[in-house]
């Protein structure tokens, strides 16, 4: 055994220790940031307590078991544990968290009422857990064990179902807040409803708000059924951005990969600077999967982009690149990542994508690529891959990546090409694209109407529309499928305060008008927007 | 002064943390980290009177932890990607990027076989020297030690590449 090999526990240990000025290995130093994390560690403790029936640890308790285990402490304990134990087994009330009521069969035989205890928990990192104890008496009835969960739901977050009769309780802090019965013909709600916003997507959701309706998180419940698409949603007591950010956010192609009678779990992350990050995810059925769709914070406008905007910023320090690489046809960019059922906001296919780089003294650019990953069954995803050099590190940057990448994809490299872009365009631009990301901007073509054709605009969102006017561009805002007002002209100039997020399709691409505009803005970037016909 | 056996509760605080880190490290995702947890300590629980101190609470916990995973691994019908599973969210830009980066070593973390990625999970998450890792899997401290720092080697000359 070599002496480096001997060292190796000495080195992870300060790996591990991270200790400030110890120089250590950067590779065990990832290795040990990338291990040192555990989501849902409290949740899985408490619920290990909770299963062996130990009580909730407190500061002074573990004192007491150091210094006094006396022996009746001890009988205490396993008496309360063997109780905890054998109390289940007499067919008392079970502890389950949401999760678990989704993955295990509930079944109410004839002739019994069961009482299950679930505890919802929502531990998104960072915020303090929010613990609601739901008691649920159920009667016998015709209610599958996915019917039970999203009706449960639902009637969790405000809306009882009648097809549940029983008796539900909501507690928080031990304190009962919220009851409803249900006798099978009425329902008695006994406390105020909860003060939660209603989304209603798919027959069981709600989003979580506080008193001061600022939501920091949601988490969202829903049962997937082919067809599903926003028409079908209503979200109230949202604030006006958020609600159109989330709304942006959920494309066909997220809606898409669900299956029929799926589970589906999405979560909405909200922070106080109202970033909307939106996490998806498939809990149950074949498609079981995860589709992450996030912002930044440092890298959208506060209030005014979500999620689905391609909104770069350019951050003090930074510099934005342009990459210049190409897909198959029928293939779209969107942050950088490509999707063969690409989503409502998505970078044009053959068209620059830009990248955001470090701008310090060493740090160089070396090469990009487009990098495919294939899979059986499975979407393909692309990632623009920069590598670049700063000292005697290489690093390689992904531009913006996608859903965690299955290991088994195989990865297909394409080169790209690197070129800087005008600093002077760039910045200008980038500015521009943040004021002007309230509404979508459509560019239609030279040959169509100035009237939007029908169907182009999706209902109930209004758009600035720029078509060709007395030889030069004509701005207008539309709604509701219908244009108001007057065209104005606008220049070049002014063009260029707009953000181009509009429907050019493939085949408008290399028109007259698509030059003009493509040069009026200046580096050619386009955020584009599906037509939602 | 006699040595006095930790008692449950006791071993459970102390050694909670590096296990279920451990296990999240070995799971799919963070519910079955969660039930695989919930099961290793019940195991532990129902099996504590038994527990013999010819071997550390730790290592005795990982084994059955391992085990567990065995077995987890064996019920289910179809294999998913295991490894360090991160549901955080970036809230700028420089966590973003650590972010990337981590995704980035996860994918060459996944690309290791199946036993040095365990390794790396006793270790770095379970926070088990080479000599507890040699008890629970039953080597050598020095082959522990050696494959380890292969491991090492070989994620480093991949994650450098």
Redesign the interface.
């Known amino acids: 055994?070599?002496p480096?090999?001997?060292d190796?526990?000495q080195k992870?240990?300060e790996a591990?220790a991270g200790s400030p000025g110890c120089e250590t290995d950067p590779?065990?130093e990832?290795?040990?940031?990338?291990?040192?994390?555990?989501?849902?560690?409290q949740?899985?403790?408490d619920?290990?307590r909770s299963?062996?029936g130990?009580p909730a640890?407190q500061a002074g308790r573990?004192r007491f078991?150091?210094r006094g285990?006396t022996a009746l402490a001890?009988a205490v304990?396993l008496a309360g544990?063997g109780l905890a134990f054998l109390v289940p087994l007499v067919r008392g009330p079970a502890v389950l968290?949401a999760?678990q009521l989704l993955?295990k069969p509930l079944a109410v035989g004839a002739n019994e009422t069961v009482t299950h205890i679930i505890r919802f928990q929502d531990h998104?990192?960072?915020a303090p857990a929010r613990v609601l104890d739901v008691t649920v008496e159920l009667k016998p009835g015709k209610i599958s064990r996915l019917d039970f969960a999203g009706e449960l739901l639902a009637a969790v977050f405000g809306d009882m179902s009648s097809d549940i009769p029983g008796r539900l309780k909501v507690r928080e802090g031990g304190e009962i807040f919220h009851e409803i019965v249900n006798d099978g013909e009425r329902i008695v709600s006994a406390l105020p409803q909860l003060k939660l916003a209603t989304v209603h997507p798919l027959g069981a959701s709600k989003i979580l708000m506080d008193e001061r309706r600022e939501l920091l998180r949601g988490l969202v419940l829903g049962r997937a059924f082919e067809g599903a698409d926003l028409e079908e949603t209503e979200f109230n007591g949202l604030p006006s951005h958020l609600i159109s950010a989330v709304e942006r956010a959920q494309g066909d192609d997220v809606w898409g990969r669900w299956k029929k009678g799926e589970l589906v779990e999405f979560r909405l992350?909200f922070?106080r600077e109202d970033a909307v990050?939106l996490?998806y995810e498939v809990r149950s059925g074949p498609s079981r999967s995860a589709l992450e769709l996030?912002t930044?914070?440092?890298?959208v406008s506060s209030s005014r982009a979500g999620v689905g905007d391609i909104v770069f910023e350019q951050?003090p320090g930074w510099t934005v690149w342009p990459l210049e690489g190409s897909l198959a046809e029928g293939w779209q960019l969107r942050y950088g990542v490509s999707r063969r059922d690409a989503g409502a906001h998505e970078l044009n296919a053959s068209g620059p994508l830009l990248a955001l780089i470090p701008q310090r003294k060493g740090f160089q650019l070396e090469r990009a690529e487009l990098r495919t990953y294939r899979w059986p069954g499975k979407d393909v995803e692309a990632v623009a891959l920069l590598y670049a050099r700063e000292g005697a590190k290489?690093q390689?940057?992904?531009v913006i990546?996608g859903p965690?990448?299955?290991?088994e994809a195989t990865a297909v490299q394409q080169p790209m090409r690197l070129r800087k872009a005008p600093a002077e365009k760039v910045g200008s631009l980038t500015v521009d694209l943040l004021a002007a990301a309230k509404a979508p901007v459509w560019i239609l073509p030279p040959e169509s109407d100035p009237l939007p054709p029908e169907g182009c605009l999706p209902a109930s969102r209004s758009a600035r529309l720029v078509v060709p006017f007395q030889g030069g561009f004509g701005v207008v805002t539309s709604s509701e499928r219908s244009c108001e007002g007057d065209f104005e002209p606008v220049s070049s100039e002014e063009l260029r305060q707009l953000v181009v997020d509009g429907d050019l399709q493939m085949a408008q691409r290399g028109t007259e008008l698509f030059d003009e505009l493509r040069s009026a803005v200046g580096v050619g970037y386009q955020r584009m927007v599906r037509n939602d016909e | 002064m006699a040595w006095a056996a930790p008692s449950f509760e006791e071993a459970y605080e102390a050694h909670f943390h590096c296990v279920f880190r451990y296990l999240s490290s070995r799971t799919a995702n963070e519910q079955d980290a969660q039930d695989v947890a919930a099961e290793v300590f019940s195991r532990a629980y129902q099996h504590w009177s038994g527990f013999r101190a010819d071997s550390s609470v730790r290592t005795w916990l990982f084994s059955i932890a391992r085990n567990t995973l065995t077995s987890h691994y064996r019920r289910r019908r179809h294999h998913e990607p295991l490894g360090p599973h991160h549901t955080t969210v970036a809230s700028h830009e420089a966590e973003f990027l650590r972010q990337e980066e981590r995704v980035e070593l996860l994918a060459v973390v996944h690309c290791l076989p199946d036993d040095q990625q365990e390794l790396l999970a006793l270790r770095f998450a379970g926070g088990l020297r080479c000599r507890e890792i040699a008890e629970v899997v039953g080597k050598t401290e020095a082959a522990v030690k050696m494959a380890l720092h292969r491991t090492v080697e070989k994620l480093r000359k991949e994650y450098e590449a």
């Open positions: 055994m070599s480096r090999e001997r190796i526990d992870i240990d591990l590779v065990l990832d290795l040990a940031r990338l291990y040192g994390e555990a989501p849902g560690e949740e899985a403790k619920r290990v299963s062996l130990m640890a573990a078991f150091r285990r001890a304990l544990i968290s999760n993955q998104t990192s960072g992350y922070s990050f996490r996030r930044q914070a440092s890298l951050p290489a390689r940057i992904w990546t965690e990448l299955p290991p």
